[in-house]
C-alpha cells in the first residue's frame, strides 16, 4: 500500500549554487505547476511544469519532480504548489555550502580525543580534555612475547569515532583517507579554508592538520616489534552518556588484524605522499609513514586472514569484516602510487575487484579513486583503461538507478543500511569520480542530487546536517551533544539516518514514524542505529561539499 503523508515540498534547505542543478520533490497532488518565488516580497521569478507523480519504494510515496535549473539569479527564494504549504526558503548564490563544508570538517576537531576544546576555537561547545590515553592495555587477545598481557602502551590523540568515545582503526581508515582524497583533489579549495582549529595559520592547510590529529594516533597503533595493527583501541564497554573528561573506564588495544594493518598502510601510503610538500614543517614524517606502511603491508603478507573475533569481555563497536580482496587491493594501489614500485601493481591483481561504493567494510574503490587520479603519473604497467572503465561502470550504474528514481537519487531499497546517509553521499563521490574522468555533466547533477538528499530532499524532510536547514537534528546519539548544557547539538556532523533495522528500538521510549526504510529515523539521542554520528559519514560530507563549491574546477 503506498503511505499517505502530510509531505512537505522537500528541497536541499541550503540552497544552489548559481549553475548547479536545481530539483524539489514535491508530494503528488491535483497541481500540475509549481512556481518560483522571491522570498522576500513574493513576486514570482519562475514557472515550471511538474514532471508525472511517480511512485518512490523505499519511503512509499508518490511524488512528482519540480525541476528550476534554469533559476540562476542569486537570491532567496521559496517553492509554490498550490495546495500545499510553501517550501522553506533557500538560497541560490556562489557561497551557499562554504558554511557547512567548513564545519563539516570542524566536525572532526569537536570529536578530537585527549585534548580540552578551547572556547577560543570551539565557542559554547568548549570542553575538558578527555581519555589521554597516554596509559593503554594490551588486551589478551593483542598479547605478543615483545608486550605481553597487561604491557602499557601510549596511543594519545586520535578522534573518537562515533557518538560513543572509543578509537577503530577500520573506520579511521576510510574516514582518513576520505580527507586526505578531498585535499589531493582540491588542493585549492582546502587552501583557502580555515576553520579556527589550534593549528590554523601555520602554513599547513587546515584539511591536514585536521588528518594528522588521528594519523599521530594511527602510528602510535603499529606494533613497532612486527608491523601489525591493532584493531581498536577501547573501553570494555562504552561509556555512560557523560563529557569525555568523566568517561575514565580503562582503556585497551584489541587484536592485530589483517583489516585494520592493510587500512593502516593504505593511509599512511596516502599520507606519506600528501604531506610530502609540508617536509619543512613535518620533519621526517612523510618518510616514517611510507616505512609505517610497507611494515605494515608485510604484516599483512604474513597474516593474511587475521579478522576480528570480539573477545568476550569486549561488548564495543566490532568493525568485523571478512573479505579482506579489497583491502589487500587498496593498500597496494596507494603502496604502487607512493614508491612507483609495480610490484606492488602486481600485488594489487587489478583485474579481480571491481567498484562498489565504498564503506567501512569495501574500500576497493578507494584503490580505483587513487589510481584515477593519478593516472597521468602512474609507472607503464598500469591499466588505464581498466582503472577508467571500472569507475564510470559503477557511475553508469548509479545515473541508471537515479533515473528510475521517483527522488531522483540514486538511493535503493537496499541502500538503507545502517549509516544510509553515508551511503548516498559516498554515492556522490564515485559520480564525482566519474565526472572527473569523463566530464559528462549527469554525473555532476546526480552527485548534487545526492548532497541535496542529506540536506533535506528526503522522505522525512530532516536536512541531516546538525546545526544546518530546519528541521535538522537535534539530538543526535553523541554523548558531549547529550552531556554537554548547551541546548543545540554540536554542529556540522552528519547523522546516520534513516534504516528500518531499528536495532535500538528497546531503548527507544518513542516509536519510530515509520518502517519504511526511507522513513525510518527518529531524533532521538537513543537512536544510535539512525541518528548517531561517526567520523566516516562525516568525511564523505567534506568531501562532497567541496567538491561541488569548487565546480566548475571539480
Ligand atoms: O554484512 C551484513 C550483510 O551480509 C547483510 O546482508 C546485511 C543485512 O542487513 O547486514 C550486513 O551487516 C551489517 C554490518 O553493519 C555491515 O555493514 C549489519 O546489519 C549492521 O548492523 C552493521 O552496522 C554497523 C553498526 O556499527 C553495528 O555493528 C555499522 O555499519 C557501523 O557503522 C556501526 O558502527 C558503530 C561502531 O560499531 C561503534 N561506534 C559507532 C559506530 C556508528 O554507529
Ligand atoms: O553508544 C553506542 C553506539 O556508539 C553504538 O553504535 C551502538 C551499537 O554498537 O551501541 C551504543 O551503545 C548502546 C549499547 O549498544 C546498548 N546499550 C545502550 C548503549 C547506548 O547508550
Known amino acids: 500500500p503506498i503511505a499517505t503523508t502530510t509531505a512537505s515540498i522537500k528541497l536541499n534547505q541550503l540552497g544552489f549554487l548559481p549553475a548547479s542543478d536545481k530539483v524539489a520533490v514535491v508530494p503528488a497532488s491535483p497541481a500540475m505547476v509549481f512556481s518560483v518565488v522571491n522570498a522576500t516580497n513574493g513576486t514570482v521569478v519562475w514557472h515550471g511544469v511538474l514532471g508525472t507523480p511517480a511512485h518512490w519504494a523505499p519511503s512509499g510515496e508518490m511524488v512528482s519532480l519540480a525541476d528550476f535549473s534554469g533559476l540562476t539569479a542569486p537570491g532567496d527564494y521559496q517553492i509554490k504548489v498550490d495546495g500545499l504549504a510553501a517550501s522553506t526558503r533557500f538560497t541560490i548564490g556562489t557561497d551557499v555550502y562554504r558554511a557547512v563544508s567548513a564545519a563539516a570538517l570542524k566536525g572532526f576537531y569537536f570529536n578530537r580525543a585527549g585534548t580540552a576544546l578551547l572556547a577560543q576555537h570551539a565557542g559554547a561547545y568548549a570542553r575538558a580534555a578527555g581519555h589521554p590515553d597516554t596509559q593503554v592495555l594490551v588486551h589478551r587477545s593483542a598479547a605478543s612475547a615483545a608486550r605481553p598481557e597487561g604491557t602499557v602502551i601510549a596511543s594519545p590523540k586520535g578522534w573518537y569515532d562515533a557518538g560513543d568515545y572509543n578509537k577503530y582503526m577500520v573506520n579511521s581508515g576510510i574516514a ?84 585494520a594493518t592493510l587500512d593502516f598502510a593504505a593511509v599512511m601510503a596516502s599520507a606519506s605522499r600528501v604531506l610530502r610538500p609540508y617536509q619543512d614543517k613535518l620533519p621526517g614524517l612523510s618518510a616514517r609513514m611510507l616505512a609505517a606502511a610497507k611494515m605494515a603491508w608485510a604484516w599483512a603478507q604474513a ?46 591483481k587489478p583485474g579481480g575487484v571491481s567498484a562498489t561504493v565504498p564503506a567501512w567494510d569495501d574500500v576497493g574503490s578507494l584503490a580505483w579513486i587513487s589510481l584515477a587520479h593519478h593516472r597521468y603519473h602512474l609507472s607503464p604497467i598500469a591499466d588505464r583503461a581498466l582503472i577508467a572503465n571500472r569507475i564510470m561502470t559503477l557511475g553508469d550504474a548509479l545515473l541508471a538507478a537515479r533515473k528510475n528514481s521517483a527522488y531522483a ?49 528526503n522522505a522525512t524532510g530532516y536536512s541531516f546536517v546538525t546545526g544546518y536547514g530546519s528541521p535538522s537534528p537535534q539530538h543526535p546519539h553523541h554523548r558531549p551533544s547529550q552531556a554537554d548544557h548547551v541546548t543545540a547539538p554540536v554542529p556540522g556532523f552528519l547523522v546516520g539516518g534513516p534504516q528500518p533495522g531499528q536495532q535500538d528500538k528497546q531503548e527507544c521510549a518513542q516509536a519510530y514514524p515509520s518502517n519504511l526504510a526511507a522513513r525510518s529515523y527518529l531524533d532521538q539521542v537513543c537512536s544510535y542505529a539512525s541518528n548517531e554520528i561517526a567520523i566516516n559519514w562525516n568525511a564523505p560530507l567534506v568531501y562532497v561539499a567541496a567538491a561541488l563549491a569548487s565546480w566548475p574546477q571539480v
Open 303 to 348: 597474516h593474511p586472514d587475521e579478522v576480528y573475533r570480539q573477545p568476550a569481555d569486549i561488548v564495543t563497536g566490532e568493525y568485523g569484516d571478512a573479505t579482506l580482496d579489497d583491502e589487500f587491493m587498496w593498500a597496494a594501489a596507494e603502496l604502487y602510487i607512493s614508491t612507483a614500485d609495480d610490484s606492488f601493481y602486481l600485488a594489487m
Open 176 to 259: 582518513t583517507y576520505t580527507l586526505l582524497a578531498a585535499y589531493e583533489h582540491f588542493p585549492a579549495y582546502f587552501q583557502a579554508q580555515q576553520v579556527n582549529i589550534p593549528e590554523s595559520g601555520n602554513g599547513i592547510p587546515d584539511i591536514l592538520n585536521e588528518a594528522l590529529w588521528n594519523l599521530e594516533w594511527m602510528l602510535s597503533m603499529q606494533d613497532p616489534n612486527d608491523g601489525g595493527v591493532y584493531h581498536k583501541l577501547t573501553n570494555k564497554t562504552f561509556d555512560p552518556m557523560v563529557m569525555p573528561d568523566q568517561a575514565t573506564s580503562a582503556r585497551y588495544v584489541v587484536q592485530k588484524t589483517t583489516a
Open 409 to 457: 537519487v540514486a538511493m535503493r531499497q537496499a541502500d538503507f543500511v545502517w549509516g544510509s546517509n553515508a551511503v548516498a553521499l559516498n554515492q556522490a563521490i564515485m559520480l564525482l569520480q566519474a565526472y572527473r574522468l569523463g566530464g559528462q555533466r549527469a554525473y555532476l547533477d546526480a552527485a548534487q542530487s545526492a548532497f541535496d538528499y542529506v540536506l533535506g530532499r
